[in-house]
């Protein structure tokens, strides 16, 4: 089972790679697709459009999961990561790939084992729960990573029942 | 000139290609794309993402026009109507098309000459500015054309100035 995990944004997009082998999560890819405020934002989606379809190419993974936001503050931050999370579900529409969406406190959850979790304590507890390589810059990447591992979980939990 | 215009909607999404050829605008295509509601939300947004891709290689029109919404009193379908936003966004990316937004009331001054005009008065100016030879039966489609008319004289002051 392997599973293409994003935390959806337009100036930073975390993106991971998870799969689960033998009962042991694995991270086989995680990056943050950067983009910068003065590009257009039709050509920061398909920079990170196209940057997702590569992973899918390469990692052939099974299902995508996407973080999923219902209030912000932000009316218009809201609207722009929503076209965002659109451009990416027709990402995985066109190769077919199931699309599975969790909430910020289902992730904190699953990965610290409590719905308020902070950013810290989820990373702590990425690095025990897997060999992460590269030094990791950005929160997104590590909230990408988490999703990911939630996705593996949740999995697991509905092939069981 | 030629413009994509889209009104964007996950049950329905109108969509039309108008032309302006010697100072007369011509429809060269218009639908109403539905999808179903008991349909997954990844699957309809990759039909309408599927079909959009045909007319623009159908068409090759130099822009796509997006109807943009800055309020709505249902959050939950705001968001998703940004979504298919999203997925059409890195469709005119993915053919480098330019993007160009109207809201509902600069379609309707450009259309109809004031900005509260209801959708009889729209319908019947486009009907009175050019050829309509299907009949239509969903205002998503007249609203899409009237996306087109407005994105039309719209480039045409630009051009102007």
């Given at each position: 089972?392997?599973v293409?995990?994003?935390?959806?944004?337009?100036g930073?997009?975390g993106?991971?790679?998870?799969e689960?082998?033998?009962g042991?999560e694995?991270?086989?890819?995680?990056?943050?697709?950067e983009?910068?405020?003065?590009?257009d934002?039709?050509e920061?989606l398909g920079m990170?459009?196209?940057?997702?379809?590569?992973?899918?190419?390469t990692?052939?993974?099974?299902?995508?999961?996407?973080?999923?936001l219902y209030?912000?503050?932000?009316?218009?931050?809201?609207?722009?990561?929503a076209?965002?999370?659109?451009?990416?579900i027709?990402?995985?529409?066109?190769?077919?790939?199931?699309?599975?969406?969790?909430?910020p406190?289902?992730?904190?959850?699953a990965?610290?084992?409590?719905?308020?979790?902070?950013?810290?304590q989820i990373a702590?507890?990425?690095?025990s729960?897997?060999?992460?390589?590269?030094?990791?810059?950005?929160?997104?990447e590590?909230d990408?990573?988490?999703?990911g591992?939630?996705?593996?979980?949740c999995?697991?939990?509905s092939?069981n029942?």
């Open positions: 089972m392997k293409l995990a994003i935390d959806p944004g337009y930073r997009c993106v991971a790679v998870v689960k082998e033998n042991k694995n991270l086989l890819y995680s990056a943050c697709i983009t910068h405020a003065k590009t934002f039709p920061r990170i459009v196209r940057k997702c379809e590569q992973i899918v190419k990692y052939e993974p099974n299902s995508m999961a996407l973080e999923r209030f912000t503050s932000n009316h218009k931050t809201a609207m722009k990561v076209e965002v999370r659109g451009a990416l027709a990402v995985a529409a066109k190769f077919d790939i199931g699309i599975f969406e969790y909430t406190s289902q992730v904190k959850s990965v610290a084992g409590w719905g308020n979790a902070d950013k810290n702590k507890m990425l690095h729960l897997m060999k992460i390589k590269r030094s990791i810059k950005y929160d997104d590590y990408a990573i988490a999703i591992v939630t996705h593996l979980a999995s697991q939990n092939e029942s």
